[in-house]
């Protein structure tokens, strides 16, 4: 080689003592990553700049300048990826070590929701009445007049069926007949659609939310849940009746419970009864809640009117049956010690939060 090419070999080896004792004293991946294009650069880089100075060069040493050049380039490319890998190592067990997190500690609790008081009675009702034999089944909200009132035995000029007590929302029918289309006053239309689509025997109960249009107070709510229940076979009595309503209260008051039956009027039974059970608060012995009688009313309740049975096709002369109606707040109110049904629908956490870890 030249005396001129002794010199390109021995800038060559120069340089190569330069990159890799200023790798050694790197510490951190920034500095490495300008020391890689200070050296090692595809445009600027000091290697690469004495393989662009090779046209200086004769033919004949040009080839070894150029192999001595990559052998150079590789060996410290080499040390640049030692290198990486050791201060990139270090980079990431710094930041793991400032983002540790101790896994060993018991992690923060996750708040959970709860059922409404409202759907949790209603579980528990459709529970008791499953052990009964009843299936639980629901229905339209928006409801048909035939349905809420006229298959009900209930006419035209009850005042059940004034705009002043229900939630009239629009009306279709042909000239002849107008069928209007109400809120729900009831879940009893369920009756009536029930039968339509099914032979006795029948054992049902409806859950669900309807509509009175009537003033808000702690006792009334425009809005409210109801419980309906239907029995229809052949050969069922008052008696069973009785029977199936003091079993569901025992359930769900205490065994102890009582049960009393009096005499009311509903239009689509015959004969009608309300029934009451014993306070829950005070045992019968008489309280505020049940203003010193002893006794709560639940709900109504009696026989199927044979009008109502003639009015889906059912042969009141073969078959007879009993329908009763809950509200759902009101046994929830009794059975927690609530005392105002504009409670339910405040959305009152501190309210609901009652109601947290209570399951069906």
């Known amino acids: 080689m030249t005396t001129g090419g002794s010199i390109e070999v021995g800038q060559i080896e120069a340089l190569e003592r330069e990159a890799t004792d200023r790798l050694a004293q790197i510490a951190d991946e920034a500095a490495l990553e300008g020391w890689f294009r200070e050296f090692l650069g595809r445009k600027d880089g000091k290697l690469s700049g004495l393989l662009r100075g090779m046209g200086a060069l004769s033919p004949e040493e040009r080839p070894r300048f150029g192999a001595a050049v990559n052998a150079t380039k590789d060996r410290v490319t080499a040390a640049y990826e030692a290198r990486k890998a050791t201060v990139g190592g270090a980079a990431l067990t710094a930041r793991l070590a400032a983002d540790a997190v101790d896994i060993t500690q018991p992690g923060r609790p996750v708040p959970m929701g709860t059922l409404h008081p409202t759907t949790l009675v209603t579980r528990e009702l459709s529970a008791i009445f499953a052990l009964l034999g ?62 339509q689509r099914q032979d006795p025997p029948v054992r049902v109960i409806v859950p669900g939310r309807c509509y009175r249009y009537e003033a808000t107070d702690a006792s009334h709510e425009a809005i409210f849940f109801q419980l309906e229940g239907l029995a229809v076979d052949k050969k069922i009595t008052m008696s069973d009746l009785k029977g199936t309503l003091t079993e569901m209260t ?111």
């Open 134 to 195: 009843f299936q639980t089944i629901e229905g339209p909200e928006v409801e048909e007049t035939r349905y809420n009132f006229d298959l009900l035995n209930i006419p035209t000029n009850h005042p059940a069926r004034d705009k002043w007590d229900t939630f009239y929302v629009g009306s279709r029918g042909t000239d002849d007949t107008v069928n209007e289309i109400v809120l729900r006053t009831h879940t009893s239309p369920m009756q009536a659609r029930t039968m």
């Open 250 to 360: 025992r359930q769900l008051f205490g065994s102890s419970t009582k049960v009393r039956f009096r005499c009311d009027f509903f239009p689509f039974v015959e004969p009608g009864v309300d029934f009451s059970a014993t306070c829950a608060v005070c045992g019968g012995k008489g309280c505020r809640v049940c203003k010193g009688t002893g006794w709560l009313e639940l709900g109504g309740a009696g026989m199927v009117h044979p009008n109502v049975l003639r009015n889906v096709g059912y042969d009141p002369a073969i078959y007879s049956g009993f329908a009763f109606g809950l509200g759902i707040e009101r046994i929830v109110m009794i059975k927690y010690g609530i005392d105002d049904i504009r409670n339910f629908y405040a959305n009152d956490l501190r309210f609901l939060e009652e109601f947290a870890g209570t399951r069906i």
